[in-house]
């Protein structure tokens, strides 16, 4: 039976797995994810999920997965690929065997050298954890500096004066959104 192995459980990847199926696929699918949860939407993460959820807006819960017969790993990396063996080698130790591979590994923030990423009161809006890890600092007078004045800087800016912090948004184009 074919195998197809997605490394990424983002949006991208789960919505390509139940794509296969949708599409008449009927070998077998692993999802590969670093993050502990099941794939989640991140446009919340800015706006009110930011200020509200505890929990992500998932794609889908466990039983979708299970019906579609998608298998979802949580909270491992992939960490290499013998394309020699197709074979992915997982954070946990364990070996992957795959007749296809979809690389659905995203974007990351673009890190400041020398400084380290997440570190003291320095945080990066990917994940739901740095979200939640923001909205935990952001307390009525708190002070926020965003870096950024993309959708994403201006909707934390935009959530984190609901929640009543003095915020200061610092862009390096003449104009934010350009
Ligand atoms: C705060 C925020 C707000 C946003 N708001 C909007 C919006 O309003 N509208 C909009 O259209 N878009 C928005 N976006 C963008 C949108 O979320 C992205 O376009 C989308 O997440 C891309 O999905 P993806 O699956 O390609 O990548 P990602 O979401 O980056 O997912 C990739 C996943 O792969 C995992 N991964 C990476 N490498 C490995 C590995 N080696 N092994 C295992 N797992 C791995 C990562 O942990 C991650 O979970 C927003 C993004 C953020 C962060």
Redesign the pocket.
Known sequence: MTHIAI????????RAAFALREKGFGGEITL????PHL?Y???P???DGLAQASLPKFIAGTARYEEARIAVLTG????SIDRVHKAVRLSDGESLDYDRLLL?????PRAFPRVPENAGRIRT???HAD?LAIRGALTPGARLAVIGGG??GL??AATARKLGAEVVLVEGLPRVLS
């Not at 490394?7 to 789960?14: D, K, N």
């Open positions: 490394i990424g459980a983002g949006e991208c990847g789960a590969i994810g670093a993050e794939p939407e991140r446009p993460l800015s706006k491992v990396t992939a960490e659905a590994t995203g974007a990351r809006l990917r994940t979200a959708f994403i909707e934390l």
